[in-house]
């Protein structure tokens, strides 16, 4: 422990951390704007510089160590006048739009503004204009907005290993973009959205369907169907102002009934259903010497990355569609056919975590005899938008249950929104699958937690079978080094492109409850909720799902049929 003063005051801290580690900790919130915890120091910004004793300039906080005796200021008339300086500067190059911008009220440069008084403007000049690009139907690019932090650039290559992003050009020039400037949806951009996760203003932003949504929701001659992903119900509340963990599924439920949907689904019955599939699937490559490791294909950014980066690895992927996409396809068959309504009559929409389900929604690959099945997707904060648009109190409304035949899930569904669910939910039927016993010790404790690559084996009817798990593009790669280089050394993977899982997704809201997007606690309590809603379902295991035995009676017949292949898988090519 060292001896440090902070504006007067003696404190004992540990060394090795930077003067706003340890300022946080002691509880001086020092500005700041190009700093993210999950990313290197950019120092780019100098909004959080503090003076230190015997230093000629004021030093940046993020960047500079502690040290024994160090007499830090972090408040004084000079340091608030240039960080106000600093701010100004950014915002006379900045839209004056803040009242029609989609991140009013959420924005992190205008709290900056607002906290440090800045009231009126001092310089007028020239502003950069680069045209906003839409090409994408996930990711918007707005570089009117950019404030040149780099936070995108860094999380797109530190820890998601894209590295599309880059800043082009210099000085007042200076924008980030996808190499040659080519557009969103013909770059190696993997939609994930991470970059609107770190983004503090709206310089990078989902592709917004809702007024689209509201107008359809007004149309009498459509079925509205919906269904909403397990994440969803832990994240949305943030967005009400809420702690981040909990549970809001009936809420939600409620909400989407008064917003105008028909029905409502639970893709937590389709990621069973998903179970089902691929556990069989799994089955059959393990007993007919079949491509392995088969890796899991329900995280469509990672399937873009896969086949963009990885098309040697495309035969080990698995042939099931996402939950998302079996939940949209059986809606546009099966209960079209049970309603007697003509599916180009139904409007399928998905709520997500996760802004790479617009991408995947728009793929050909996923139609069903060249019908779309999921025709809108909108994300968990684009939902949350609507709630308040359209004055529903969300936090109090009385919780409702989803509709049959598809609203009914085992608490294995709820985990797939969190990494290592899939897997953890795949062995829980995998298992009796293989041996027709049942597994009784059901909670996988070496398949959670937010470590980046996580490995585990377990012993089924005698043959050792060794799995793992990776989070966040960046660690799907190196996960796949390893593959690489020993193809035997797994049998089954589980990858799901997003920190933490779909809990983690880039289109679930800003987290402020911990000040950072993505911070390790936000990210801990979202996925406390969903082992919670595990824990508290009588049915655990994905084959017990009632409602998904049903469907396989009246319907599909078995797992991996003519007709689940028909409407539940496909295959992606490079
Ligand atoms: Fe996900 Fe999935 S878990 S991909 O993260 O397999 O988006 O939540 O809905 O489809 O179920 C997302 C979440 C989601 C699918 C499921």
């Known amino acids: 422990m060292i001896k440090i003063y902070i504006n007067g005051r003696e404190y004992e801290v540990a060394a090795g951390q930077t003067i706003m580690e340890a300022a946080d900790k002691l509880g001086y919130h020092i500005p700041r704007l190009c700093y993210h915890p999950k990313l290197s120091i950019e120092g780019a910004c100098r909004v959080c510089i503090v003076e230190v004793e015997g230093m000629r300039n004021f030093v940046a906080s993020c960047a500079y160590p502690v ?23 950014i915002l006379d190059n900045h839209p004056q739009d803040c009242h029609t911008c ?13 906290s440090m008084g800045i009231q009126r403007r001092h310089f007028e000049g020239e502003k950069k204009h680069y045209d906003k690009d839409l090409s994408s139907p996930a990711v918007v690019r ?5 404030i040149l932090c780099g936070r995108c650039v860094r999380m797109c290559s530190e820890v998601q290993n894209i590295h599309n992003l880059t800043q082009a050009h210099r000085g007042f020039k200076t924008v980030v973009m996808p190499a040659y400037n080519m557009p969103m949806d013909e770059s190696v951009c993997s939609t994930c959205g991470q970059c609107i996760n770190v ?16 107008e359809k929701l007004n149309d009498d001659s459509l079925t ?19 702690a981040p963990g909990n549970n809001m599924e009936g809420q939600l439920v409620a909400a989407l009934r008064k917003l105008g949907f028909d029905y409502v689904f639970d893709t937590q019955f389709s990621a069973d259903l998903t179970i089902m599939e691929e556990g069989s699937e ?5 007993q007919n010497k079949g491509k392995l490791p088969l890796i899991t294909s329900c995280s469509p950014g990672w399937m873009k990355c896969v086949e963009q980066f990885y098309p040697d690895m495309l035969d080990n992927i698995s042939t099931c569609k996402s939950p998302m996409s079996m939940a949209g396809a059986l809606i546009k068959t099966y209960f079209a056919e049970k309603i007697e309504t003509d599916p180009k009559k139904i409007l399928s929409v998905a709520v997500m975590p996760c802004t790479a389900k617009k991408y995947e929604a728009d793929r050909p690959e996923l139609e069903v005899d060249g019908m779309k099945t999921t025709d809108i997707v909108i994300t968990t904060r684009e939902l949350a938008w609507m709630i308040k648009s359209a004055g529903l ?3 109090n409304m009385p919780g409702e249950k989803p509709d049959a035949p598809m609203g009914v899930s085992s608490g294995a569904g709820a985990i797939f929104g969190v990494t290592g669910g899939v897997m953890e939910a795949a062995i829980r039927t995998a298992y009796e699958l293989f041996t027709g016993e049942t597994l009784v010790d059901i909670e996988m404790d070496n398949l959670r937690g937010l470590s980046g690559v996580k490995e585990g084996k377990l012993e089924i009817d005698g043959e050792e079978i060794r799995i793992a798990v990776a989070h966040g593009l960046g660690n799907a790669s190196k996960l796949f080094d390893i593959v690489r280089k020993e193809p035997d050394r797994f049998h089954f993977i589980e990858i799901m492109g997003c920190p933490g899982g779909c809990i983690g997704g880039g289109g679930q809201p800003y987290c402020h409850a911990f000040s950072e997007s993505l911070g390790e606690e936000c990210l801990a309590a979202r996925a406390k909720a969903l082992y919670d809603i595990d824990r508290g379902k009588t049915i655990r295991r ?25 409407l539940l898988h496909t295959h992606y090519k490079a």
């Open 102 to 114: 989609e991140r009013n009220s959420n924005c992190e440069l205008q709290r900056l503004s607002e």
């Open 542 to 566: 994905s084959l017990d799902n009632p409602d998904v035995q049903k469907l396989y009676k009246e319907y599909l017949q078995r797992p991996m049929s003519e007709m689940s292949h028909k």
């Open 67 to 89: 040290t024994e005796g160090m007499k830090i200021r972090t408040n004084t008339k000079e340091i608030r006048r240039t960080r106000r300086d600093i701010v100004e500067l």
């Open 224 to 242: 509205k169907v919906v269904q909403f992903a397990p994440a969803v119900r832990a994240a949305i509340g943030e967005a009400f102002g809420m």
């Open 282 to 286: 799994f089955l059959e490559r393990l």
């Open 199 to 214: 983004c503090p203003t709206a310089a990078f932003m989902e592709y917004n369907y809702t007024q689209d949504l509201f």
């Open 142 to 146: 707005d570089p009117d907005k950019c």
């Open 393 to 395: 109190d969300f936090i």
